[in-house]
T-cell receptor
Framework: GQQLNQSPQSMFIQEGEDVSMNCTSS?????WLWYKQDPGEGPVLLIA???AGELTSNGRLTAQFGTTRKDSFLNISASIPSDVGIYFC????????????WGLGTSLAVNP | SAVISQKPSRDICQRGTSLTIQCQVD?????MFWYRQQPGQSLTLIAT?????????ESGFVIDKFPISRPNLTFSTLTVSNMSPEDSSIYLC?????????FGSGTRLTVV
């Protein structure tokens, strides 16, 4: 099935550093979502984006909906150890039965 | 956003048997989905659980193997039938509302 191109695949950073990851698609979406998944848990929604060009923050997290509607990025500022996990982007269109299309994930490790 | 209770959280099953996973949402939701996820990998949609009608399955998944029930707007079950070791995976329930998609904590299934 269709998947989003998410990069980087993995990151290993020092505590306090900023992190950036992005997702691109060959088709447009009218909603982009960013999730974080901890081991043994389901994905947890971090940020939802509904409008092209939209920039939304949630604490130290900032995400943007690309103006072409084919991409999105997520930034994490001043990383802390609890940011460790796998981050997934996902997109959907209301016309496609709201079925989510997923990225392959970015695994983040933070060295304290 | 909706809160999902999924159970069991994990199980070890004998090959050839079946396991039913339950998903309870604390509010009425329009959309409910079932996913499969291998550890460290992205999510694969199994089917959309439709209230009052047959589930809509994705390519590679069939009703005989993964029968789904959705008797009302807050509850759904997924059965993994005639299990083999290849069915060992994490199974996740998801519910969609106006804010995005919420996930249960998953069922970690091991088939021996």
């Amino acid at each position: 099935g269709q998947q989003l191109n998410q990069s980087p695949q993995s990151m290993f950073i020092q505590e306090g550093e900023d992190v950036s990851m992005n997702c691109t698609s060959s088709s447009i979406f009218n909603t982009w979502l960013w999730y974080k998944q901890d081991p043994g848990e389901g994905p947890v929604l971090l940020i939802a984006l509904y409008k092209a060009g939209e920039l939304t923050s949630n604490g130290r997290l900032t995400a943007q909906f690309g103006t072409t509607r084919k991409d999105s990025f997520l930034n994490i500022s001043a990383s802390i150890p609890s940011d460790v996990g796998i981050y997934f982007c996902a997109g959907y269109n209301a016309g496609n039965n709201r079925k989510l299309i997923w990225g392959l994930g970015t695994s983040l490790a933070v060295n304290p | 956003s909706a809160v999902i209770s999924q159970k069991p959280s994990r199980d070890i099953c004998q090959r050839g048997t079946s396991l039913t996973i339950q998903c309870q949402v604390d509010s009425q939701v329009t959309m409910m989905f079932w996913y499969r996820q291998q550890p460290g990998q992205s999510l694969t949609l199994i089917a959309t659980a439709n209230q009052g009608s047959e589930a809509t399955y994705e390519s590679g998944f069939v009703i005989d193997k993964f029968p789904i029930s959705r008797p009302n707007l807050t509850f759904s079950t997924l059965t993994v039938s005639n299990m083999s070791p290849e069915d060992s995976s994490i199974y996740l329930c998801s519910a969609g509302d106006n804010y995005g998609y919420t996930f249960g904590s998953g069922t970690r299934l091991t088939v021996v």
